[in-house]
């Protein structure tokens, strides 16, 4: 079975732009976690949806924000970048809400010029 | 707010050797897991082992071990028999249960371990 996977692996955006990062869980998995990883810092929480509704916010400002999908993909978009949104974005799935076991993607690189 | 704090930034060890990362945790809550993980150089964070609060039995995983110390607030790992595969950062991390918050991950801030042929 596929693992979670996420696109792109990299990319590299200007300040002020737009971006979108995609994230596909385990089949069977409704609930998809997005974290945010600076360099040389543990990975911190940003959304967490479960069945389409966001089921909870990290410390987070509005130019992030994140949906779920009726295949229970996922997108994370980020607003007016800014260089310190230069960070590994991880995504994680979960086979419902509240089960602890976690599985990550392999996380998309950006970084932000 | 729960806080995960690792206070080794660095640590290496010999092959076949045993190596133990401490992590310590501060919480009010008394429902929760702790987990370690794993992420080496390619970055995928792999769960290495875990361990249920209200489980007073430490979790073993083959070389993998923890000291559990609830009232101490202390999770520490042990990997037994190192092994150049064993070199990654490690994170320990904390999920509250049983409210509708997301059950969120929080991580400490990492220990790299180096595994030394």
């Known amino acids: 079975d596929a693992g979670v996977t996420q696109s792109p692996t990299h990319l590299i955006k200007t300040r002020g732009q737009h971006v979108t990062l995609r994230c596909s869980p385990i089949?069977?998995?409704?609930?998809v976690s997005w974290y945010q990883q600076v360099l040389g810092q543990g990975p911190q929480f940003i959304f967490q949806?479960?069945?389409?509704?966001?089921?909870g916010r990290g410390n987070f400002p509005d130019r992030f924000s994140a949906r779920q999908f009726p295949n229970y993909s996922s997108e994370l978009n980020v607003n007016a970048l800014l260089l310190g949104d230069s960070a590994l974005y991880l995504c994680?799935?979960?086979?419902?809400?509240?089960?602890?076991?976690?599985?990550f993607g392999p996380g998309t690189r950006l970084t932000v010029t | 707010a729960q806080t995960v704090t690792q206070s080794q930034p660095e640590m290496s060890v010999q092959e076949a050797e045993t190596v133990t990362l401490s992590c310590t945790y501060d919480?009010?809550?008394?429902?929760?897991?702790l987990f370690w993980y794993k992420q080496p150089p390619s970055r995928q964070m792999i769960l290495v082992i875990r361990?249920?609060?209200?489980?007073?039995q430490n979790a073993t995983e083959n070389r993998f071990s923890v000291n559990f110390q609830k009232a101490a607030k202390s999770f520490s790992l042990k990997i037994s028999d190192s092994q150049l595969g064993d070199t990654a950062m490690y994170f320990c991390?904390?999920?509250?249960?049983?409210?509708?918050?997301?059950?969120?991950?929080?991580f400490g801030e990492g220990t790299q371990l180096t595994v030394n042929p």
């Open positions: 994680a799935s979960r086979l419902r809400d509240r089960t602890y076991e976690q599985y």
């Open positions: 089949s069977g998995h409704k609930s």
């Open positions: 949806y479960y069945e389409k509704e966001e089921r």
């Open positions: 919480t009010s809550e008394s429902n929760y897991y």
């Open positions: 361990q249920e609060a209200y489980k007073q």
């Open positions: 991390a904390f999920m509250k249960l049983g409210d509708t918050s997301g059950s969120r991950l929080t």
